[in-house]
């Protein structure tokens, strides 16, 4: 796993292990859903592995540190990757990036901002838990 959410890269060693496959209801955030998946599934670091659904709108975040609001309704999700981390104080940050088609067509990306991306109808996301090593 590399630990990019910091600025830093860190390669770090480990394994896979369990995967999990669940449904963020809607209006509920994306990256919080992420979070209190794993939260409930127990995984302490996670990869995002598949994805499948609409948010409500959606807001990424932008080069320049600025953030770009994509108005739905139903923003398609087009792709999404990402991982989950514990911190030190054991509460887990999920770092989300991906694409999104607004209703128009058009395509933006990002990293996606907490607390400002509402799933739509639902959304499904597969899961896969990272044991570091020791």
Not at 11 to 25: F, N, Q
Not at 106 to 128: I, K, Q, R, S
């Amino acid at each position: 796993m590399t630990d990019t959410m910091n600025g830093a890269t860190v390669v770090e060693r480990g394994a896979m292990g369990r995967v999990a496959y669940a449904r963020i209801a809607p209006h509920e955030d994306l990256v919080q859903g992420v979070e209190k998946l794993c939260l409930a599934e127990g995984f302490q670091n996670a990869f995002v592995r598949g994805a499948l659904g609409s948010l409500v709108d959606a807001c990424v975040g932008t080069r320049d540190g600025q953030y770009r609001h994509i108005r739905g309704p139903a923003v398609e999700i087009v792709s999404l990757a990402g991982e989950v981390r514990a911190s030190a104080d054991g509460s887990l940050k999920a770092a989300l990036t991906g694409v999104v088609a607004d209703p128009d067509g058009n395509v933006h990306g990002g990293p996606f901002v907490a607390g400002l991306n509402p799933v739509c109808m639902t959304f499904e996301v597969t899961l896969e838990e990272w044991l570091p090593a020791s």
